[in-house]
């Protein structure tokens, strides 16, 4: 079935560095791929997303490309602050559904930068 | 705009009690989803409904119930809680066929004592 397998975390960075967080996936058809963001005592928000292979998502300096060759969805920006800290979600829309809201998830990781 | 409203923020349940985990949104959305967090697991689906009337399982659904009598609500009723249904509760909707963006409430923190 369809499944997400992010980096296990938590990752750690100082203020400005560079972040990528991996996400890969397995799914027939053609999914839309997603990452959220859930800050501390939050719910999940949208951070960007991508409905088709070689699409660039980008908000808020991040991006992530679909690279349905290697079947990976990977997270990056380039200069991260103390105020990206949280939980970022890599999930995929369950298109053998027909695109119904489902939505699978990875596990999760967690993102505490330091100044 | 209200989005996706969820409530209680945080409730604890007695083994065996029953509850009504409520979620409304605002925004005409056909497609409603319960998904629970748990640490390492990311979110799983409990129930879903492709519109009013319409519901069926997800990937955890068992000590759960779900019912849509309108587009707008979406209620999650646990019948008899268990100390496995610790979790945190997250409501979603989308919009429909080809829109698969989610928008989610803030969550409900359940704690079975």
């Known amino acids: 079935g369809n499944s997400v397998t992010q980096m296990e975390g938590p990752v750690t960075l100082s203020e400005e560095a560079f972040l990528t967080i991996n996400c890969t996936y397995t799914?027939?058809?053609?999914?839309?791929l997603f990452w959220y963001v859930q800050y501390p005592g939050e719910g999940l928000q949208l951070l960007l997303k991508?409905?088709?292979?070689?699409d660039k998502g980008s908000n808020k300096g991040f991006e992530a490309t679909y690279r349905k060759e290697t079947t990976s969805f990977h997270l990056e920006k380039g200069s991260v602050q103390v105020s990206d800290s949280a939980v970022y979600f890599c999930?995929?829309?369950?298109?053998?559904?027909?695109?119904?809201?489902?939505?699978?998830f990875g596990q999760g990781t967690t993102l505490q930068v330091k100044p | 705009n209200a989005g996706v409203t969820q409530t209680p923020k945080f409730q604890v349940l007695k083994t065996g009690q029953s509850m009504t985990l409520q979620c409304a949104q605002d925004?005409?959305?056909?497609?409603m989803s319960w998904y629970r967090q748990d640490p390492g697991m990311g979110l799983r689906l409990i129930h879903y409904s492709v519109g009013a009337g319409i519901t069926d399982q997800g990937e955890v659904p068992n000590g759960y119930n779900v019912s849509r009598s309108t587009t707008e609500d979406f209620p999650l009723r646990l019948l008899s809680a268990a100390p496995s249904q610790t979790s945190v509760y997250f409501c979603?909707?989308?919009?429909?066929?080809?829109?698969?963006?989610?928008?989610f409430g803030q969550g409900t923190r359940l704690t079975v004592v």
């Open positions: 925004m005409n959305h056909e497609y």
């Open positions: 991508a409905t088709k292979a070689d």
């Open positions: 999930a995929l829309s369950d298109s053998s559904s027909g695109n119904t809201g489902k939505l699978i």
């Open positions: 799914a027939t058809g053609y999914p839309s």
């Open positions: 979603a909707s989308s919009q429909g066929i080809g829109k698969a963006e989610a928008f």
